[in-house]
């Protein structure tokens, strides 16, 4: 049974700091793994899609890595502001064609002005 | 992108009665709608799969007369809380697959049930 954890549970940072959050997953056969940010009482917001074929992705300030046979991603956020502040999940698609997701209990956190 | 709506975003509800949430996918077609439940300060679980003009696919231990799953459109998805109890309250979100689109998975905005 496919389980994802993130640690940390919760970060705080003062602004300006570069920062990693990171997932691990238990069983590598994936078809891809995505990361999400979810504000207080919000829905989610896809930042970044990871084929499983691939090793990392990026987007602005946001860099996803990948590395499957480890069962791992990182998501490095690069010069952080006050308005990253949020919850960020990740979550593994299973292969096949059930199309769900599998999350972990998620990052929330603080930038500090 | 791709937008997923769901409405509405709050409702508060009185022990037994019945409460139904929307989910519609605004610029796209989906033959598939998930709907997950997340607790305070835990992760998003899978309850249901919808599917377009059949019947749903529950996950494990998730009561499917009292969580009423439509999908007769190829833009529609109701979850139905029938009889709802304070033990139902919790915050719903349903996701959508745009399989034309590079974007996963887009998600509702959430719906915060509170039943009292």
């Known amino acids: 049974k496919q389980e994802v954890t993130q640690i940390p549970a919760a970060l705080s940072v003062p602004e300006g700091e570069n920062l990693v959050l990171n997932c691990s997953f238990t069983d590598s056969a994936i078809y891809n793994l995505q990361w999400f940010r979810q504000d207080p009482g919000k829905g989610l917001t896809s930042l970044l899609l990871?084929?499983?074929?691939?090793r990392e992705q990026t987007s602005g300030r946001l860099n996803a890595s990948l590395d499957k046979s480890s069962g791992r991603s990182t998501l490095y956020i690069a010069a952080s502001q006050p308005g990253d502040s949020a919850t960020y999940l990740c979550?593994?698609?299973?292969?096949?064609?059930?199309?769900?997701?599998?999350f972990g209990q998620g990052t929330t956190l603080q930038v500090k002005p | 992108g791709a937008v997923v709506s769901q409405h509405p975003s709050w409702v508060i509800c009185k022990s037994g009665t019945s409460v139904k949430i929307e989910c519609r996918s605004l610029d796209f077609q989906a033959t598939t709608m998930f709907w997950y439940r997340q607790f305070p300060k835990q992760s998003l679980m899978l309850m249901a799969t919808s599917n377009e003009g059949s019947k749903a696919t529950y996950e494990q231990g998730v009561e499917k007369d009292k969580f009423l799953i439509n999908h007769a459109s190829l833009t529609l998805s109701t979850l139905t809380v029938t009889s709802a109890h304070p033990e139902d309250s919790s915050f719903y979100i349903c996701s959508a697959r745009d399989t034309g689109g590079p974007y996963g998975y887009t998600f509702g905005s959430g719906t915060r049930l509170t039943v009292v």
């Open positions: 979550a593994v698609r299973p292969p096949g064609n059930t199309g769900k997701l599998i």
């Open positions: 990871i084929q499983s074929s691939q």
